[in-house]
């Protein structure tokens, strides 16, 4: 049977059609994940925390092909719930274009400038190549990443999760079996390494391209048209919660990192990355689910169906509550093995990095409720929300807690600072929540 998003959503329908889009974000952190593992058992200690002292800095650009994908399909579903077909086609057309030519300019900064960067966010003469070679190969094919962000929030406005899973997952192949080739058997380091993300960053991003460009099935595809600014401007702030929350994100792991090589080292910086690399697989799945629900609240908020906000809402609260907490249950069980797999060759490596995991993942509980409200305010199409969300969950809340917490409890502190900005994310989007129930009446 196929779901669409006119219908009224059961938990089963709703699971259904979301799942895609959790598996879709799921294996794209699996990809991810099995970069930072082979980087760290086949080229050693120091390029893995070279690799993960950049990636905050590359992952900001990823965030802007999320701002026109989560603003621009939130703009494109409304406007279909509102009956306008033709209209949705123009606007969807014209977050592509712009995600091109945005990825061709930054792409070529990107490059230029990357070895000051490096320094920048604090690369010594043992890291500064590796951080300049990953950097830049990476960033060369920042283009199609930026694709690949946009059409994962497009091809389910599309109502196409599927295919948009199916591309993703060739994508992870693709990457997942150029590092064993690059580095396992051509020993190309941390480029072999960047190859293979960036050649994986082509599939995803060009084949939904492809199947845009060409007549399709789905309720979407690229059209003649030309870029008109209000729509771009309202799209772009509508989904800045997106770009907020991973330039924040960004610039807040490059504060962590910064905090961590004065704390502990390069060990610091290493271990934190495998928290970053195992965290994601498991946000990803709340991510996901964000993802795949906002069209259906845009399309029923477009058509002014307020009963089935409420269903919406209630069910997703409900579902972020309980997998929140299995969430937590699951990666402590998970802590040892997970650090063996990555640092088991450095003992005292992998103690700390087995203890900032018991800390650090309590977080859970809470960030899938966090995560799913911001989206969800996206979905309304009130970015100015979704933003202050974003923004004082990703930036200020993580800011103040990994500054203040590291003179308290020193480098527990550090990783006791997400979950304490998980809980002041909390009362805060509750507090919008309930505040602007009678705006769009979906309580």
């Known amino acids: 049977m196929k779901i669409q998003l006119s219908d009224h959503f059961t938990y089963k329908m709703l699971l259904r059609f979301v799942l895609p889009s959790i598996i879709m974000m799921v294996f794209t952190s699996i990809y991810g994940v099995v970069d930072g593992l082979f980087v760290s058992n086949f080229v050693g200690k120091t390029p893995f925390a070279a690799v993960n002292l950049v990636m905050p800095f590359i992952m900001i650009f990823g965030g ?3 701002m026109f994908g989560t603003g621009g399909s939130a703009l494109v579903a409304k406007t279909m719930g509102e009956g306008d077909k033709h209209r949705a086609n123009q606007y969807f ?5 712009v995600t091109l030519i945005c990825g061709v300019i930054i792409s070529t900064v990107g490059v230029i400038y990357m070895e000051p960067i490096s ?3 604090g690369a010594d003469e043992e890291m500064l190549a590796d951080c300049v070679l990953y950097g830049r190969i990476v960033l060369a094919f920042n283009t199609a990443f930026m694709l690949q962000n946009v059409f994962q929030s497009f091809l389910i406005a599309a109502e196409k999760p599927k295919l948009g899973l199916w591309i993703t997952v060739a994508a992870g192949v693709t990457n997942m079996a150029l590092d064993a080739l690059f580095m396992a058997v051509f020993r190309w380091g941390v480029a072999g390494a960047a190859i293979a993300t960036g050649i994986s960053q ?3 991003g060009v084949l939904p391209l492809v199947y845009f460009l060409r007549p399709n099935s789905s309720l ?3 059209t003649r048209t030309k870029l008109e600014l209000r729509p771009i401007l309202q799209a772009s702030g509508n989904g800045a919660s997106e770009l907020v929350s991973n330039v924040t994100a960004s610039v807040v792991g490059m504060l962590y990192n910064f905090q961590l090589l004065r704390l502990a080292g390069q060990n610091g910086v290493a271990a934190y990355g495998v928290l970053m690399y195992v965290e994601f697989i498991f946000a990803a799945v709340f991510i996901g689910y964000a993802i795949g629900c906002a069209p259906i609240v845009s399309y029923h908020f477009g058509a002014g169906n307020h009963s089935e906000l409420k269903n919406l809402l209630k069910k997703s609260v409900l579902l972020m509550g309980v997998g929140g907490l299995a ?3 699951i990666a402590q069980a998970l802590a040892i093995p997970m650090a063996r797999l990555f640092v088991g060759y450095d003992d005292v490596l992998c103690q700390m990095t087995v203890h ?4 650090s993942t309590v977080a859970f509980a809470l960030v899938g409720f966090n995560i799913f409200n911001s989206s969800f305010f996206t979905a309304l199409n009130d970015g100015a929300v979704s933003a202050i969300i ?4 990703t930036f200020v809340f993580k800011l103040s807690a990994v500054l203040l917490l590291p003179v308290i409890w020193k480098l527990d502190g550090i990783w006791w600072a997400g979950v304490a900005a998980e809980i002041c994310a909390f009362g805060l989007g509750l507090a919008f929540l309930l505040g602007k129930r009678k705006k769009y009446h979906y309580m």
């Open 64 to 66: 802007i092909g999320f």
């Open 220 to 222: 979407l595809r690229m």
């Open 327 to 329: 969430m937590v249950g």
């Open 356 to 359: 900032a995991f018991r800390i």
């Open 202 to 204: 082509v599939v995803g």
């Open 93 to 97: 057309t014209m977050m592509i274009v």
């Open 119 to 121: 320094i920048f966010l």
């Open 390 to 393: 974003s923004f004082l969950r």
